[in-house]
């Protein structure tokens, strides 16, 4: 199966940076899919960004301007360059990713135990 781990959480200061990295190892073909999630306490899980296989990305507009993703696809990793960071941007970050495997299986829910991101003065 698919195993995802994230990395490059911890503290910083409001207006600070931090680069987040998903390694994703197991039988993987290709990804259609993948992307960050990130879930405040008490709040739902948000999407953050996401990338499809054709380059299409998309990001929440709460950071917009400001994140970026991006995807190394030999490698099997996906990041997140987090700018001008603020306190709202405190939560846990997942990572998720839609994969055809190389058994031709589609594993389309897949997802990392996550890292937390802690943005305060």
């Known amino acids: 199966q698919v195993h995802l781990v994230e990395s490059g959480g911890g503290l910083v200061q409001p207006g600070g940076s931090l680069r987040l990295s998903c390694a994703a190892s197991?039988?993987?073909?290709?990804?259609?899919?993948m992307g960050w999630y990130r879930q405040a306490p008490g709040k739902q899980r948000e999407l953050v960004a996401t990338?499809?296989?054709?380059?299409?990305?998309r990001y929440t507009d709460s950071v917009k301007g400001r994140f970026t993703i991006s995807r190394d696809n030999a490698k099997n990793m996906v990041y997140l360059q987090m700018n001008r960071l603020k306190p709202e941007d405190t939560a846990v970050y997942y990572c998720?990713?839609?994969?055809?495997?190389?058994?031709?299986?589609?594993?389309?829910?897949?997802w990392g135990q996550g890292t937390q991101v802690t943005v305060s003065s």
């Open positions: 197991g039988n993987i073909f290709s990804f259609y899919r």
């Open positions: 998720n990713a839609d994969v055809l495997t190389i058994q031709r299986t589609r594993e389309n829910d897949c």
């Open positions: 990338i499809t296989s054709g380059g299409t990305i």
